[in-house]
T-cell receptor
Framework: SQQGEEDPQALSIQEGENATMNCSYKTSINNLQWYRQNSGRGLVHLILIRSNEREKHSGRLRVTLDTSKKSSSLLITASRAADTASYFCATPTGYAGNMLTFGGGTRLMVKP | SAVISQKPSRDICQRGTSLTIQCQVDSQVTMMFWYRQQPGQSLTLIATANQGSEATYESGFVIDKFPISRPNLTFSTLTVSNMSPEDSSIYLC????????????FGSGTRLTVV
């Protein structure tokens, strides 16, 4: 079963606009991770936010985490056509916390 | 970070046959993970592969259908056996390098189509 739900499922924006994706999860977590997948290929790790962090930045990416609401958001600022991809949140689960459970993903299209 | 070489990148197979997918990591890792991504869906963990022991399968996945080998700390294979069109998916391997507070590295995926 999936740990997280993401919304929106699909998002289409113009180049230069900001894109915001949201993720909700169900259980307590140590961290939450965001990944990008281009055209059904392998996933690329974007950013990890720990449970004691509320916000984290990496280049044009900003991630927030609200553990009281069990939710996270990924903001991509000044989007580019190359940002077109699917974005997934994932949380470590399992008895040792070493397997990832993924959200449903957001398909982002950035129009040039 | 680790680099994973996964192959084949894609294949079209006849139903009833089997396909073995390989993942080679450029460093030693304790655990390797195999995921399935059905068309338009998110990733679902198939199994966790440890060197020297049998893989641990998630609910809904069985060893007879998805046998896994892990002969050493840098290599693993996943076989999709007796394939049917429902097995058409992207299969990905993954490793976690430095403990639970670091991200995971994924192979480039194998896009399998069963006809």
């Amino acid at each position: 079963s999936q740990q997280g739900e993401e919304d929106p499922q699909a998002l289409s924006i113009q180049e230069g606009e900001n894109a915001t994706m949201n993720c909700s999860y169900k259980t307590s977590i140590n961290n939450l991770q965001w990944y990008r997948q281009n055209s059904g290929r392998g996933l690329v790790h974007l950013i990890l936010i720990r449970s004691n962090e509320r916000e984290k930045h990496s280049g044009r990416l900003r991630v927030t985490l609200d553990t009281s609401k069990k939710s996270s958001s990924l903001l991509i600022t000044a989007s580019r056509a190359a940002d077109t991809a699917s974005y997934f949140c994932a949380t470590p689960t399992g008895y040792a916390g070493n397997m990832l459970t993924f959200g449903g993903g957001t398909r982002l299209m950035v129009k040039p | 970070s680790a680099v994973i070489s996964q192959k084949p990148s894609r294949d079209i197979c006849q139903r009833g046959t089997s396909l073995t997918i390989q993942c080679q990591v450029d460093s030693q890792v304790t655990m390797m993970f195999w995921y399935r991504q059905q068309p338009g869906q998110s990733l679902t963990l198939i199994a966790t592969a440890n060197q020297g022991s049998e893989a641990t399968y998630e609910s809904g996945f069985v060893i007879d259908k998805f046998p896994i080998s892990r002969p050493n700390l840098t290599f693993s294979t996943l076989t999709v056996s007796n394939m049917s069109p429902e097995d058409s998916s992207i299969y990905l391997c993954s490793v976690q390098e430095q403990g639970s507070n670091y991200g995971y590295t994924f192979g480039s995926g194998t896009r399998l189509t069963v006809v």
